[in-house]
């Protein structure tokens, strides 16, 4: 029943985002429920098992070392703690675990080791794993499958003409890179962007243009609203607006027929009714949890009166495709290389940034 095109153009997608809200709303709710159960929602838990210090300059990232902000660093998570907030986590009805690590790359050696590890504690609880751990190789892509990871996030963030307006140091390519190496594993790809950073709509139809036309798409698009954070260079973009959140969905329901459409950051900004607005347009899945790494997100409790008020079913583990097989480190078929991933060092300045990098320092 397949009908997904891979040939979607600016325009094609900026005519769908700009419909009459009422036709856009429709037409994604019919599409969605060609390939979902519109009342199957995934529940997913976002682990920050590294906090902060990261060296890159991403305009939106509280956990970038060069701002100034009130986010606490902390060192790797151990995999005993890891797995305690994931069986948490299960028992509140989440049926994935996103592991983020505030990391530019992967390096080979003890820690990648002990992140593969908390890969396959949680594989084996039943739960979807999921990692987001910056640029990785081709190799390090499959010792993660190989460990039992479900898929790997990797968000373009924007269209390829705003990125350079966010993040100097690296470039679009290094991020289709990435998503390339984990391609070439049984992994699946979660990417998407932020809304509200200040770009034009054309930008958010440019995004989607570079989801929609991956081949395969990605099997997950998570939509956040920026969350803007004192000491970032983007701490005073306006909220987003519940309108454009849903227009985001929408189109992205649309153009990515088969994808699980995310839910993400920017959920506490948005009432239940806007939110049931979105399932309705097509997202299936929304993060769980006090804290979406660093930012505030809705308390699970009130989530689940959410559900149950709208009649939401948490997704099961596994509905979209089987569990990975967990191959254990002592028979593992791939070893550390040691290598880097390349990446690009486009070394433009983007002035917000430079700014902000300024005023941490006069704070600091
Ligand atoms: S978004 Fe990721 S890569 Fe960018 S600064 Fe934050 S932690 Fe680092």
Not at 250 to 260: D, G, K, L, S
Not at 282 to 294: E, H
Not at 335 to 341: F, I, R, S, T, V
């Amino acid at each position: 029943m397949t009908n997904v095109r891979h040939n979607w153009t600016k325009e094609e997608i900026l005519n769908i985002y700009n419909k009459p809200f009422m036709e856009l709303l429709y037409e994604a709710a019919t599409v969605h429920r060609q390939h979902h159960d519109p009342n199957s929602v995934q529940v997913s838990t976002l682990l920050s098992i590294k906090t902060g210090g990261c060296p890159e300059d991403c305009g939106y990232c509280p956990q970038a070392a060069r701002y100034h902000t009130n986010v606490e660093g902390n060192d790797l998570m151990s995999v005993q703690q890891v797995k305690a907030q994931a069986l948490r986590a299960k028992s509140t009805g989440s049926s994935r675990v996103c592991m983020g690590a505030a990391w530019r790359n992967v390096k080979d050696g003890e820690e990648f080791d002990q992140v593969l590890e908390m890969v396959r504690t949680i594989n084996k609880l039943e739960m979807e794993v999921c990692c987001t751990l910056g640029m990785i190789t081709e190799n390090q892509a499959h010792r993660l499958a190989e460990a039992g990871l479900y898929a790997y996030n990797h968000n373009l963030d924007s269209s390829e003409e705003y990125y350079k307006e966010v993040i100097s140091t690296r470039g679009y390519e290094d991020r289709l890179q990435t998503i390339d190496n984990v391609r070439k594993t049984n992994v699946t790809v979660c990417s998407g962007g932020i809304i509200g950073m200040g770009e034009k709509i054309e930008d958010r139809a440019g995004m989607l243009v570079a989801l929609s036309t991956l081949n395969p798409q990605p099997e997950s698009v998570p939509i956040n609203a920026l969350v803007a954070v004192e000491g970032t260079p983007l701490a005073d973009e306006k909220p987003v607006e519940i309108w454009d959140m849903i227009r985001m969905v929408a189109t992205a329901r649309i153009v990515m027929p088969e994808t699980q459409v995310r839910l993400s950051a920017g959920r506490t900004q948005m009432s239940r009714e806007g939110q049931a607005m979105c399932f309705f347009a097509g997202a299936n899945s929304i993060f769980a949890g006090d804290k979406l790494l660093t930012t505030p997100n809705p308390d699970v409790n009130e989530d689940m009166k959410m559900f149950e008020a709208l009649g939401l079913n948490p997704q099961k583990p596994f509905t979209k495709k089987v569990q990975p097989p967990t191959v254990e480190a002592a028979e593992s078929q791939f070893q550390a290389l040691g290598e880097k991933p390349k990446w690009t060092r486009p070394e433009h300045k983007i002035e917000r940034n430079e700014i902000a990098k300024q005023q941490s320092k006069v704070l600091k």
